[in-house]
């Protein structure tokens, strides 16, 4: 039955109820035998009183009706993947609150269901790229196996090649240590604490950077600035912008600087065009157009920063627009 017809029937009942009760109340009250003729009044008045309560019922009825119709169509919206949200006040706080649910619920399934396509091409991307960055190596270790089985590798070359063997199986080495990296940086609720980023840099990060004359590390950070982030992460955050900086910065400077209560990774090596300020975070890009990882790299440093930023909190974005430095910029995401 639907909900329309269900609320005029109870009306309706409750209508006729109140009647029949009210008018037998009425001559009690008063101390009155009821006679023929009363019950004759009690029925004409009943009888007068049915269009109206019938009236008052279809109307109520289908004002609330109307009201869990508009329920029902926003939950028909959010069955066809249409997640809007809606602003109509109502005077019924019941179906005010169910509405703000909806609301709710519409925004938490469309974040979730662009989070999951987003994930989901993310490992199209990953199956896609593995498939081709291991399919090299492991060509040129067989070829060279055959070679040694056939005997075709001379006792003179045969350190040579095992030297070449242990650089395809390093390589190989390295790019899961990046997937997997790349999929850990996607869990969440790692536990946090406040970190004071000068003495992370100092005491941590900078002394596990290679040294290098043509390039000078400057920790600029203030001395008081605090950071709510997992601590692991924080140090593969900062580890994967200083190492994609020294991979693009032949000669200066690299430098790690807050600014009021942001933190700003700057360098003084190629700039990166403000075209690829988004699609430098996304895994397995590379600026570089050369298809070798080997010089390339994987592509995964960055959208593990972006990542692992997001679960903690906070954004990275790059700033490559003046001519002077580029800059990755980590600050407090707005909720």
């Known amino acids: ?61 289908k004002y609330l009706s109307n009201k869990f119709d508009f329920i029902k169509f926003r939950l028909q919206n959010i069955k066809e993947e249409k997640y809007t949200t809606n602003t109509s006040k109502s005077g019924i706080l019941e179906i005010e609150e169910i509405n703000q ?3 709710f619920l519409s925004v938490q399934l469309e974040t979730l269901i662009q989070d999951l396509k987003q994930k989901n091409q993310n490992l199209s991307n990953l199956l896609i790229s593995m498939a081709h960055d291991i399919k090299t190596p492991i060509t040129i270790l067989n070829g060279y196996v055959e070679e040694i089985e056939d005997g075709i590798v001379t006792v003179e070359d045969m350190p040579k090649v095992l030297e070449q063997m242990k650089e395809e199986v390093k390589f190989l080495d390295e790019l899961t240590i990046d997937i997997l990296n790349f999929i850990t940086s996607s869990q969440k609720d790692k ?71 942001i933190v700003v990774f700057e360098n003084s090596g190629e700039k990166i065009g403000e075209e690829f300020k988004d699609k430098i975070f ?13 010089k390339s790299g994987f592509g995964l440093g960055l959208s593990i920063v972006k990542n692992l930023c997001l679960n903690n909190g906070y954004t990275c974005t790059l700033q490559s627009s003046d001519t002077i430095a580029t800059k990755f910029i980590i600050k407090k995401r707005k909720i």
Request: glycine letters at 4%.
């Open 191 to 261: 536990a946090r604490q406040k970190i004071n980023l000068f003495s992370l840099m100092q005491n941590e990060i900078f002394t596990m950077l290679p040294k290098r004359e043509d390039l000078q590390y400057l920790n600029e950070t203030n001395k008081n600035f605090l950071l709510e982030f997992n601590k692991t992460d924080l140090k593969k955050v900062s580890l994967n912008l200083l190492n994609n900086a020294l991979r693009h910065t032949k000669n200066g400077y690299i430098k790690v600087y807050t600014k009021e209560d």
């Open 101 to 103: 649910n909806i609301n």
């Open 282 to 294: 996304e895994p397995f890009f590379t600026i570089s157009k050369s298809k070798n990882r080997k």
């Open 1 to 61: 039955m639907k909900i329309k017809y269900f609320l005029v029937i109870i009306y309706a009942i409750a209508g006729l109820f109140i009647s029949i009760l009210s008018s037998f109340m009425t001559y009690i009250i008063i101390d009155k035998p009821i006679g023929y003729k009363m019950v004759v009044q009690i029925a004409l008045v009943i009888l007068f009183l049915t269009p109206l309560i019938g009236i008052i019922s279809y109307f109520l009825g």
